[in-house]
């Protein structure tokens, strides 16, 4: 496990360094720098903006300003903010933590949903509850996830109307969050997710669902699961034991891979709902172009991407022992 | 058929005019179209034919293993007189009588080693799956069954072996690892489609051994499909000969061997090479094969009559008329072909 | 010498089917997916005559007669006094600000504007150089009031269906043009990277990974900000299109890559090798075209997630920008109204339903060709 | 593409220069290795030795049967032959020319001479390409029967592996097996090859179609007086069609002679062993066979010296010690094993 | 003595003495620091701390006389109005129980004044570049020195007090810098101290924000029955993303108040309180909002003298007025509730306006045909194939107007002006660009800048002398119309604008003050340097859960609806 870990290390450096480098050039292409905004405030004086040139090293050419944050980002300083004057790691780290779970609880729901449906679909093939379960799926799919979400937040409001109810309608957290208990801060917190994550994880369930369903019958067409029922295993261990297992091996495979897309998909979500994660963040330091809160957080979701790929990794060669981590 | 049921020996299994369809987009496929034979209890019944001529299916219906749908079992019945003796027709029993007996009283292995076992478990677990399912043990006395098991086919280290996965073994030792599971419950009838087929001849020798070994040891019956003569030959008590769904010869193998009498097992006898004796020298003319003409058929689309006329070299106007019935030409030798007696009678004129 | 015997029962052809042929059988099966090819040509169909089918051109609305938000306009078949079937009409719209309820309220007074079947209206280029000034129907005078607003009036007052479906056309064509454009870089990239190998591979295949690993809407943001926002708004369009590419080969680029490097292994192209054709042939003849199939399928399954990509774009406000509209900018307008559009102007969110209609149309028919395709899937 | 008039050249050329019975082709010390990457930086950290150093010669109109177990390296060494794959070392001596070191301009035009036909009748055709397409292809690429010829020449091409001209514009998957492996015949006869290595041609085939296939072939080789090298598991076949027969294990030679003599008198202990497993359609016959243990070695690491002597039941100390060569142990007959007190 | 707040200030009386409990507001946007002089947002954490509630005077909502807060009685002036001597009220602490002294105005002065800093008050401490002096005269006295006479004296003395004991170390000990390091985001909300009403309890970033009562306040701010100020324990700001998140948390009771800007807004609001979803107070068009959009065109563009030309011709401008439909405007972009502006005063100002069309200032109303005439008369008589005016070589008049993207509201003016304009012929390229961007090309300075005409708004001023420091005068950077390098007016109106700008800003006298404004307004209309479009209307909501409103004839877009010392849970 030790050297996969080690070599999963030393692989990922040239990505992240190769991203790091996309990224920054990326930003240092768009038009005006990080004091472009500094210069139209009347409060910031010329000689303010000459110091703060050159202490970020801005009035060297590009690559140079790269090797210094690079060298700056190897001791964990990842820059300051323009936007708050501060650094800027932990500016991003709340959002990045807040972002985190809110594509965790998505990702388990997306699982959630998907697993039983897909399996359901597979064993019950083309029964009457696989093709409705599909078209509802297919109808989710259609949505931009933005749109079910208006939907889904006029309904609460609706349902609150109704029912007075608390059911939050954005944010993270209730105002008296701070005079919770910790396990009534947990259940806040959750009770906040619970709505987008799950939304997120319905819009997006068709795909896997549907991949989960091909995976299924694909197994459940060869000759080992001929095999176990040879032997005379119930149903419900051919299916769960026997095929399951083996289905979702590509699934494990895939998580890693789905994270970016998880945290792109949740981006939107965040926006809609309000809630404190990166992408909110993100849009506002675009306009605003705080160059290194940007790179920040794209870099820091690149290391996260690439620390959930070995992860998935790890977990596969745990399901799979034909894989070797060694 | 009953008249077959008189046999001398004890009936294990008597398939009686097995029907199992296929509904599929471009129609109905008759896999298997009226089977009927049957096996002793102790003997080796080959079966042999054309790929596609419902070989597997029969043997699946057997253990009720057909993918339904969209599969069926459309008629006939399965007499498996188990453990007891007492003939239960396996058509008609639930899926929770059935799931008893397979891997239990009939237990199966298959062609491919290589992909018959489940790659995420153990050999070990796997073995002992069928020994817990079965025998009501628990976890850890079903490992060292397994692992007896192991030892029993052959395989070296077994206690090591165990603990393997199948990927970390050959195709031989796969092989072996079914047939150890498929024995791990002692069944009264083992069915073998097709065990060695991937195997090389070197290996495939080891495991024909053992097979008779075993067979030697527990006395089971044994339903061995095969494409190959040789095998047939070597392992075989009787023969069933199939083609088209249908069953158009069966009988004693040395009668099949010797005196076919259906055009479809002369063919295919003729159109071997025997090892040895058909070696080429030098020199001499090469000698041709008897081949048979045309294509295997197409299931969908069978002909009217005999399944084999249009490639049948004796074909006369009847054969495409009706399908001609499994007459008995003697000795528990049938066949199914309005021209036998031409054949038995060139025979003995040949021989004469 | 043997020969084959004569097969009675199948009809001889003597033009070969080809697998595209038999796909195309099994697809017409397929009823789902032939709903969501008929479906998807209509759509397009309307897209590419939405200037004869919209009663109105793309941004014109009146400063005098203002109908902000009109809501549908019924359309009547019948007199109301008599109930006799008659020339459709709608009826004439007041409208009044509520000062109690703070709603500008539309009624329908007596009066009927009767409407007319292919009128003379706005010109317009179809495809870009057909010129034309008939539109299907409208209410042929410019009264003010007299407006067939089928899914009513946008915030400017302009009538919804008419940009409907002009947004259809860059909605229909950013996402198509966007995969096309990805799915040549990602074919030419993966071949490239089959093909040379060694460095060239490693190089493309890290790109490939360096791409993947950053969040798609954090690339798209920051490659979007690289460009000024008063660029213009049709080669703004371009640019989104272009990024959307860019983030978009990755994926394809790895399957052409696995792909050509096992058909490189199959036996007909060692048979081809065998015959002596050039390394040139075998790519054109008989690697590249076992993509086919596969492109083909992702082709049809990636649009959709383009056209959400694009409405989510839009959404943020970096999609189509006025005077362009697609079915993702029309939603961003109508949620900027936050919940009044849901409370008080459902049909400000019909665009949407169209998004829906089209994803889902291209998921049945992607789901049709694959299967199709699919062997396994055949008898 | 080829200048048509060299490769006419070139063609007219060897097909003078060797009669019947004449060398057609030489294997000297032939070696593939397959590299095997690991580790950090992927590098090589060992070499598969799918085919390591075999040599022998065919005649001009010889059938030479090349079998052995699976993994043996028949396939290998049928391909390396061919430059299909590049081999590691050694030399293909065609002809009198080294093929081996031809740049690839130059082989192209050995390709018209020396042709193959693959065991899995599915995988070798195009599926996007006609009949027509595919046997045409042959003929477009060294520029063959230009023009209208070219179709009755494929025409002709199909009534001659026993197909008729109609199929020619049908696609392989309309075919059964045994019709496609007659389709990837007419293919490799459509350049008009001097040699032919044939891949398990039948192995894939149902028992009633490998007579057909068998027989195909045995009368083309007859009447072109083709070269053939025939790679097969089936020891009875090889037997039938072969005039000599080279049994292979783990990359390595282990013995050569022609085919009866190789059946009622085989001087090594692994060809005693094939021909003892190999079943015998004959159920009066009961023989005691000699059941070799285990599996084949990974040619990874194979075993020192001998590479047999693992399941070799004659194995001696010395068997470890050094590599056989193969020896001429009577007329035509090689092997290459160290004790003659056995066999 | 304490501060009494007026009990006149409040329709509703806390008579039972209610205390306790959360007002909830909402912010739309991140907090980015908690320090005073860095802070530059709309809403910021210490303006709420401190910035009304702890000033030397505070402005009365019902005669907008300034009355004494920290400060113990009236300023004593001298010096022709230009010097200010200020008793403090004495036994005033800050939230740390540290008293506050007149050291505390004098550092904080000294930090606002530090161009390194870089303080938005920076300029408000200056008149005419002329620095405002303040001087210590002992603890609890001060002195302010003014360069001129200001009628905003008392308004530009009203800034909240920092600690000394924080800031004042902190700038001996590193200057600017260190101040500038002080009271981050990260900061523990323990450490910041306030003078004011409030002090910061808690903070999530991208959540809430939570002040709590300054437990000294209520030492010398009672109500008037003698209980301390404010009632409530907290005051918080939900930070939501835009408008629409604050309404739908407003709508389901998760904000004590809102803004509306929109029809739709009030609507929505009316619709709840209506279905009895919502226990609210709405009253729409309370006041006109002190905001205004407009457009300006650039007269500096030497490069293209023919637009240059164009631009400076006051007939083009009056043309201009004459096509902006600002009714269709207010229907179309606003929702059907808002003012039509005219002058650079807000509408809100009403005292003023009056005064200024009293006086004659004039209004260039929507009329197409006027505007075609003075078009005609500058040379734009033909039209040409597409429908466009073109002068006599053929040249279409046409000009790009730009506004920030995303301000829809701003991008429908824009639209309803283009093709208003289109229909006399006029070639308008509308394009929404880049805030920043957009800031950046209107404050530019030159003789070439790089604009032609910019759809913007501008909020701010007071209610004292209603003109825009920065706006008026030539040479200040909101002076968007003229800014060439010397910053000189080019036009003797500017000129005189200028002079009466500076005038009426040292004017005491409220009448005279307001005449020189009428006459400012005059100059302004004829010049037509900016053409003012429409402004909002201010609309008051609150959940009826909190009482403690001012009366509604004191509420307006200036004052508010409330004072939050005052508020307090039912
Ligand atoms: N799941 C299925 N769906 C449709 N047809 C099937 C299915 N399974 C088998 N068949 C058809 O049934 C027929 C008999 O198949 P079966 O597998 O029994 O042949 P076989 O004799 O075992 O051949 P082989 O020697 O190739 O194993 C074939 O034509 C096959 O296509
Ligand atoms: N491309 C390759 N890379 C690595 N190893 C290879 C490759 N091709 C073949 N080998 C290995 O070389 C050895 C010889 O393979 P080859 O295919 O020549 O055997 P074969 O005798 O043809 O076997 P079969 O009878 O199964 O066709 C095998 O161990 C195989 O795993
Ligand atoms: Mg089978
Ligand atoms: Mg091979």
């Not at chain 3, 949407?352 to 199709?372: K, S």
């Not at chain 4, 020396?114 to 599915?122: G, K």
């Amino acid at each position: 496990m030790i050297p996969f870990l080690v070599r999963r290390f030393f692989q990922a450096i040239p990505t992240l360094f190769l991203a790091s480098v996309l990224i920054f050039f990326v930003i240092s292409l768009a038009p005006g720098d990080f004091l472009t905004p500094a210069r139209l405030n009347p409060g910031i004086s010329e000689e303010q903006l000459r110091n703060l040139s050159i202490s970020f090293g801005l009035d060297k050419p590009a690559y140079v300003q790269y090797f210094y944050w690079m060298w700056n980002m190897l001791h964990g300083d990842f820059g300051t903010s323009f936007q708050y004057t501060q650094p800027v790691l932990p500016v991003i780290w709340p959002r990045i933590v807040n972002s985190v779970w809110l594509v965790l609880l998505n990702l388990v729901f997306f699982y959630a949903i998907a697993i039983p449906i897909g399996v359901y679909g597979a064993v019950r093939q083309n029964s009457f509850g696989d093709k409705s379960i599909n078209v509802v799926l297919y109808f989710l799919l259609g949505f931009p996830s933005f749109f079910l979400f208006l939907i889904v937040i006029y309904f609460i409001l609706q349902i609150r109307n109704a029912t007075g109810w608390d059911i939050p309608l954005g944010g993270m957290t209730s105002n008296n969050y701070d005079q919770l208990s910790s396990l009534a801060k947990f259940w806040d917190v959750l009770r906040h997710l619970l709505i987008p994550a799950a939304v997120l994880a319905l819009t997006d369930a068709a795909g896997l669902t549907r991949v989960i369903r091909g995976l299924m019958l694909e197994v459940m067409r060869s000759d080992y699961i001929r095999t176990a029922r040879a032997k005379g295993v119930s149903e419900r261990t051919a299916i769960w034991k026997h095929t399951f297992r083996n289905a979702i091996l590509p699934i494990v495979a895939g998580i890693g891979g789905l994270l970016p897309g998880a945290i792109s998909g949740a981006g939107f979500v965040e926006v809609v709902y309000n809630y404190p994660g990166i992408t909110p963040m993100l849009l506002t330091a675009i306009n605003a172009q705080d160059l290194y809160l940007i790179a920040g957080f794209t870099v820091i979701s690149t290391i996260l991407l690439i620390v959930g790929n070995a992860l998935s990794d790890i977990l596969l060669a745990v399901v799979d022992p034909r894989i070797k981590v060694g | 058929m009953t008249d077959h049921a008189t046999n001398k020996a004890e009936v294990l299994l008597a398939v009686n005019g097995l029907k199992t369809y296929f509904n599929t987009d471009d129609g109905v496929v008759k896999s298997v179209d009226g089977v009927t034979f049957h096996i002793n209890k102790g003997e080796t019944l080959a079966v042999v034919g054309e790929s596609g001529s419902g070989k597997s299916v029969t043997s699946l219906s057997i253990m009720r293993l057909i993918p339904m749908p969209p599969g069926e079992i459309a008629g006939g019945e399965i007499l498996f007189s188990g453990t007891n003796g007492q003939p239960r027709d396996i058509v008609k029993l639930s899926e929770a009588e059935m799931r008893k007996i397979r891997g239990n009283d009939i237990a199966m292995i298959f062609q491919e080693p290589m992909t018959s076992l489940n790659p995420v478990y153990t050999v070990g677990d796997q073995i002992a799956e069928a020994v817990m399912l079965h025998q009501d043990k628990n976890r850890k006395d079903a490992m060292g069954a397994a692992t007896d098991m192991l030892r029993f086919v052959g395989i070296p280290a077994p206690e090591k072996r165990v603990n393997e996965y199948p990927h970390q073994m050959s195709g031989g030792m796969r092989q072996r690892v079914m047939i150890a599971m498929a024995l791990s419950c002692n069944p009264a009838l083992l069915i073998a489609d097709e065990p060695t087929t991937a195997l090389d001849v070197t290996i495939q020798a080891q495991i024909l051994d053992l097979m008779r070994k075993l067979q030697k040891d527990i006395g089971m019956s044994i339903l061995f499909i095969t494409h190959n003569l040789g095998v047939v030959a070597e392992m075989a008590d009787r023969v069933v000969v199939m083609y088209g769904g249908r069953v158009v010869e069966e009988g004693d193998v040395i009668e099949i061997f010797k005196a076919p009498r259906h055009p479809y097992t002369m063919g295919l006898l003729n159109s071997i090479p025997r090892p040895g004796v058909d070696a080429h020298v030098p020199g001499t003319p090469r000698a041709r094969l008897e081949a048979i003409p045309g294509n295997v058929p197409n299931p969908l689309n069978l002909p009217p009559g005999c399944a084999f006329e249009p490639r049948c070299k004796f074909a006369v106007p009847e054969c495409s008329k009706a399908v001609p019935a499994l007459e008995d030409t003697g000795g528990g030798h049938m066949a199914r072909c309005i021209r036998w007696q031409e054949f038995a009678k060139a025979d003995h004129e040949v021989s004469a | 010498m043997t020969t084959t015997a004569p097969q009675k029962k199948v009809k001889e052809r003597s033009l070969g089917q080809s697998q595209f042929s038999v796909a195309w059988g099994q697809f017409r099966k397929n009823r789902l997916a032939k709903t969501g090819g008929v479906g998807l040509i209509l759509i397009y169909l309307m897209a590419l005559f939405a200037p004869f089918l919209a009663p109105d051109s793309l941004s014109s609305y009146s400063t005098t007669d203002i109908t902000r938000f009109q809501p549908p306009t019924p359309v009547h078949f019948r007199d109301p006094q008599t109930g006799a079937l008659t020339r459709p009409y709608v009826n004439k719209f007041s409208q009044q600000l509520n000062m109690d309820t703070f709603v500008n309220e539309y009624k329908a007074t007596d009066e009927k504007c009767p409407i007319y079947f292919g009128v003379r209206g706005a010109s317009y280029k179809i495809l870009g150089f057909i010129p034309g000034n008939l539109h299907l129907y409208g209410t042929g005078n410019d009264q003010a009031g007299c407006n067939v607003f089928l899914i009513g009036g946008e915030a400017l007052g302009r009538d919804l269906l008419t940009r409907t479906l002009y947004a259809s056309q860059i909605s229909l064509t950013i996402g198509v043009g966007a995969v096309l454009a990805s799915t040549i870089i990602g074919l030419f990239m993966g071949a490239l990277a089959a093909f040379f190998g060694g460095i060239v591979d490693t190089v493309v295949m890290r790109l490939v990974e360096v791409i993947s690993a950053i969040p798609y809407l954090f690339l798209l943001l920051l490659l979007r900000s690289v460009f000024p926002q008063n660029i213009n708004p049709i080669f703004a369009l371009y640019v989104i299109l272009g990024i959307l590419a860019f983030i978009g080969w990755g994926g394809l680029a790895r399957v052409t890559r696995g792909q050509l490097l096992s058909v490189r292994e199959q036996d007909f192209v060692s048979a081809a090798r065998a015959l002596g054709a050039s390394d040139n042939r075998v790519m054109w003849r008989h690697m590249l075209p076992t993509m086919t199939t596969y492109i083909i399928v992702t082709l049809s399954l990636s649009i959709p997630g383009f056209i959400l990509l694009e409405s989510g774009l839009s959404f943020l406000g970096i999609g189509a920008v006025e005077p362009y509209v697609s079915w993702g900018s029309l939603l961003a307008q109508a949620q900027e109204g936050g919940l009044s559009s849901l409370n008080s102007r459902p049909w400000v969110l019909i665009p949407g339903f169209f998004i829906v209609f089209t994803v889902g149309c291209f998921q049945l028919l992607g789901d049709g060709l694959r299967d199709a395709f699919d062997p396994r899937k055949r008898q | 593409m080829t200048a048509p008039v060299a490769a006419r050249t070139s063609a007219a050329d060897s097909r003078g220069m060797t009669q019947k019975g004449e060398t057609l082709l030489e294997v000297r010390n032939l070696e593939k290795y397959f590299p095997i990457r690991g580790g950090l930086l992927s590098r090589v950290v060992g070499n598969v030795k799918a085919v390591n150093d075999i040599s022998f010669k065919l005649a001009r109109g010889e059938v030479v049967g090349l079998v052995g177990e699976s993994g043996s390296g028949k396939t290998t060494a049928g391909r390396a032959i061919l430059r299909l794959i590049e081999p590691t070392g050694g030399e293909v001596i065609f002809n009198g020319t080294d093929v081996t070191k031809l740049s690839k301009g130059q082989m192209r035009d050995y390709r018209r001479e020396m042709q193959i036909i693959f065991q899995d009748p599915f995988a070798s055709l195009n599926p996007r390409m006609t009949v027509s397409d595919i046997i045409g292809e042959a003929m477009q690429i060294h520029n063959l029967n230009p023009g209208k010829g070219r179709i009755d020449r494929i025409a002709e091409l199909l009534q001659k592996v026993g197909l008729r001209p109609e199929h020619m514009r049908r696609y392989p998957h309309e075919f059964s097996g045994g019709q496609r492996q007659r389709i990837g015949i007419a293919r490799a006869l459509a350049v008009d090859p001097l040699f032919i290595v044939a891949d398990e041609p039948v192995s894939a085939l149902d028992v009633s179609i490998q007579a057909q296939v068998v027989n195909l072939m045995q009368d083309l080789q007859e009447e072109l007086g083709l070269t053939v090298l025939f790679i097969a598991h089936d020891l009875a076949v090889v037997e039938y069609i072969c005039d000599r027969i080279i049994v292979m294990y783990l990359g390595r030679i282990m013995e050569i002679a022609p085919s009866h003599e190789l059946n009622n008198n085989p001087k090594h202990p692994y060809t005693e062993a094939l021909l003892s497993a190999a079943p015998v359609p004959d159920p009066t016959i009961k023989r005691q066979r000699i059941i070799l243990e285990g599996d084949i070695p990974s040619p990874i690491n194979p075993p020192s010296g001998c590479v047999f002597r693992t399941r070799c039941r004659y194995a001696i100390d010395d068997c470890a010690k050094v590599v056989p060569e193969l020896r001429e142990v009577s007329p035509n007959h090689f092997k290459a094993c160290i004790r003659d007190d056995v066999l | 003595a304490p501060f009494v707040y007026p009990a006149a200030w409040t329709a509703e009386q806390n008579t039972a003495n209610k205390r306790g409990g959360e007002f909830r507001n909402y912010a739309l946007s991140d907090f980015k620091t908690f320090n005073p002089f860095t802070s530059a947002e709309a809403t910021s954490i210490p303006g709420t701390e401190a910035d009304t509630s702890a000033t030397l005077f505070t402005q009365d909502p019902r005669n907008n006389e300034f009355i004494p807060k920290m400060a113990a009685g009236p300023a004593v002036v001298s010096n022709n109005n230009k010097r200010f001597v200020v008793k403090i009220r004495p036994g005033m602490k800050f939230s740390d129980g540290q008293p506050i002294t007149a050291d505390d105005w004098i550092t904080t002065w000294k930090i606002h004044t530090d161009d390194k800093v870089g303080s938005n008050s920076y300029d408000t401490f200056f008149i005419n570049d002329k620095p405002i002096t303040i001087k210590k005269i002992d603890d609890l006295t001060l002195q302010f020195d003014f360069p001129s006479q200001s009628s905003t004296a008392l308004s530009i003395m009203s800034f909240a007090p920092w600690p000394d004991h924080v800031f004042g170390k902190a700038y001996k000990a590193g200057g600017a810098e260190a101040v500038k390091k002080l009271w981050g985001l990260g900061t523990n909300p323990s450490e910041i101290v306030s003078a004011g009403m409030w002090v910061l309890d808690s903070y999530k970033a991208g959540e809430r924000a939570v002040l709590k009562a300054n437990k000294y306040y209520g030492d010398w701010n009672k109500d008037s029955k003698g209980n301390p100020v404010p009632y409530l324990n907290t005051y918080s700001f939900k930070i939501v993303p835009d408008l629409n998140a604050g309404l739908a948390s407003y709508l389901a009771g998760q904000l004590d108040t809102f803004a509306p800007s929109k029809a739709d807004d009030l609507a929505q609001i009316k619709k709840s309180i209506d279905a009895g979803n919502l226990k609210a107070f709405l009253k729409a068009n309370v006041s006109p909002n002190s905001t205004s959009s407009w457009i300006t065109f650039n007269w500096n563009k030497s490069a293209d003298p023919a637009k240059q030309a164009l631009f400076r011709d006051v007939r083009f401008r009056r043309a201009m007025s004459h096509i902006a439909n600002r009714d269709a405007m207010i229907k179309l972009a606003l929702g059907g509730l808002g003012s039509e502006v005219y002058f650079s005063v807000y509408p809100i100002f009403k005292d003023q306006t009056d005064a200024g069309i009293k006086a004659g200032a004039p209004e260039y109303k929507y009329d197409l045909a006027q505007a075609s005439k003075l078009l005609a008369q500058i040379g734009y008589k033909k039209k040409n194939a597409d429908g466009y005016l073109v002068d006599s070589k053929g040249k279409v008049l046409e000009f790009n107007l730009a506004t920030n993207a995303g301000n829809t509201v701003r991008e429908q003016l824009g639209q309803v002006f283009r093709d208003e304009a289109k229909k006399v012929g006029v070639k308008v390229n509308f394009t929404p660009i880049d805030f920043n961007a957009l800031v950046g090309q209107l404050t530019a300075k030159g003789e070439n800048r790089p604009f032609d005409a910019i759809l913007l708004g501008l909020s701010g001023g007071t209610n004292i002398w209603p003109f825009g420091v920065n706006v008026v005068p030539c040479g200040t950077n909101l002076h968007s119309y003229n800014n060439p390098t010397d910053g000189k007016c080019l036009t003797s109106q500017e000129q005189l604008m200028t002079k009466e700008y500076y005038q009426g800003d040292a004017e005491l006298n409220t009448a005279k003050r307001l005449a020189i404004g009428a006459q400012l307004m005059k100059n302004e209309g004829e010049l037509q340097p900016v053409i003012y479009l429409v402004g909002t209307n201010y609309h008051v909501t609150y959940n009826t859960r909190v009482g403690g409103q001012y009366t509604p004839e004191m509420m307006d877009a200036y004052y508010g609806a409330r004072d939050i010392g005052l508020t307090f849970i039912k």
